[in-house]
């Protein structure tokens, strides 16, 4: 193979590396890789607000949003002020979803006995077999829910896995995109706070 073959092929496969971690869902893929071999951990900001035009979006606008859970019960935003609304969307074919599954589970075996929080970890495809089918391989204790409604845009945009956690007031407190760890001290004690208030 001559040095310009070589020069050529080189070239081709950096510019194809650099669109694979622009593209968001390989970029959630390789996110995952490198914390596998504890290359890169994602920072969390819970201890800022997030942006403007998120924070401030009152529950009251979404009271017709609800989910309904593997038993058929159904649970209505608006029925869940004054509590603190961990929701959770995700899908069973998405692997970074898969893989922060177990530290969703450490945060809610912490307040599964706690009546100001509620879990309402939202399988977006409503596919109820194979969701309940991963939980019970990976043991896992987390409730699974469904939706019930349209997932208001500023909930849930384009990406999974993503995370909403509602103030007492129904308010965002925060939202992040993509896979976390939610067994870190900073969301339990952001958590705290927001049942403290």
Same mark, same amino acid.
């Given at each position: 193979?001559?040095?310009?073959?070589?020069?050529?092929? @080189?070239? =081709?496969?950096?510019?194809?590396?650099?669109?694979?971690?622009?593209?968001?869902?390989?970029?959630?893929?390789?996110?995952?890789?490198?914390?596998?071999?504890?290359?890169?951990?994602?920072?969390?900001?819970?201890?800022?607000?997030?942006?403007?035009?998120?924070? @401030?979006?009152?529950?009251?606008?979404?009271?017709?949003?609800?989910?309904?859970?593997?038993?058929?019960?159904?649970?209505? =935003?608006?029925?869940?002020?004054?509590?603190?609304?961990?929701?959770?969307?995700?899908?069973?074919?998405?692997?970074?979803?898969?893989?922060?599954?177990?530290?969703?589970?450490?945060?809610?075996?912490?307040?599964?006995?706690?009546?100001?929080? =509620?879990?309402?970890?939202?399988?977006?495809?409503?596919?109820?077999?194979?969701?309940?089918?991963?939980?019970?391989?990976?043991?896992?204790?987390?409730?699974?829910?469904?939706?019930?409604?349209?997932?208001?845009?500023?909930?849930?945009?384009?990406?999974?896995?993503?995370?909403?956690?509602?103030?007492?007031?129904?308010?965002?407190?925060?939202?992040?995109?993509?896979?976390?760890?939610?067994?870190?001290?900073?969301?339990?004690?952001?958590?705290?706070?927001?049942?403290?208030?």
């Amino acid at each position: 193979m001559s040095p310009k073959t070589k020069k050529i092929i @080189g070239n =081709v496969v950096f510019v194809l590396f650099i669109g694979l971690l622009i593209w968001p869902t390989s970029r959630s893929y390789f996110q995952q890789v490198l914390m596998k071999i504890g290359f890169f951990k994602p920072k969390l900001e819970f201890n800022s607000a997030p942006k403007e035009a998120i924070t @401030g979006a009152v529950a009251s606008a979404f009271n017709n949003v609800s989910f309904v859970n593997s038993q058929g019960e159904t649970a209505k =935003v608006a029925d869940l002020k004054g509590k603190v609304v961990f929701i959770n969307f995700w899908a069973t074919w998405c692997p970074p979803c898969r893989a922060e599954m177990p530290s969703i589970n450490v945060l809610y075996d912490n307040y599964k006995d706690n009546s100001n929080i =509620v879990f309402l970890i939202v399988e977006i495809e409503g596919n109820k077999a194979k969701a309940e089918t991963f939980v019970k391989e990976q043991k896992l204790t987390l409730p699974i829910s469904f939706p019930d409604s349209d997932i208001p845009k500023e909930w849930l945009s384009e990406s999974i896995p993503s995370t909403v956690i509602l103030d007492k007031e129904g308010r965002v407190a925060t939202r992040h995109e993509g896979m976390a760890d939610y067994s870190s001290p900073d969301v339990d004690k952001f958590i705290q706070d927001l049942i403290n208030k």
